[in-house]
């Protein structure tokens, strides 16, 4: 599939009620749909460290073959977490990954993925575990 059949340029950044910015889609997609190829600068796990713990980037993604820092992108560095997450990553290449809707998703519903670290769930603020912890 050519990036230009891609649903990226109907993705947009704007204020999020779950955490600062985010990112939406103005236009209804489905399961299984390719939003978005995710990109950045390529770097090395000892890179990735230096980054995390001296300039507190968390904008870094794993593929399973490198570490992609998307900390320059314009959209994908907005992605939020959520426990019930519309979209899931996955691999692509070496050198990026695929953003892609895990159900239905409506127009103007913010995306959003499982950061899938065990940090994220302690802090979590998502409905899910607002819920559970009611």
């Known amino acids: 599939m050519q990036a230009e059949n891609y649903l990226e340029k109907f993705v947009f950044v704007t204020d999020s009620a ?41 904008y870094i993604f794993w593929n ?8 320059n992108t314009k959209k994908i560095k907005y992605i939020n977490h959520n426990c019930e997450s519309n979209c899931s990553v996955e691999e692509n290449d ?28 302690e802090e979590c603020r998502c409905d899910a575990c607002c819920q559970k912890n009611v």
């Open 94 to 121: 070496e050198d990026s990954l695929l953003l892609i809707a895990s159900r239905n998703i409506d127009a103007n519903e913010e995306l959003t993925i499982d950061y899938g670290y065990d940090e994220i769930y």
């Open 64 to 71: 399973d073959a490198n570490y992609i820092d998307v900390i």
């Open 18 to 58: 779950i955490e600062g910015k985010g990112i939406f889609i103005s236009k209804p997609i489905l399961e299984g749909e390719i939003i978005m190829v995710i990109k950045g600068e390529t770097i090395s796990e000892e890179e990735c460290i230096r980054r995390e713990e001296e300039e507190g980037n968390v």
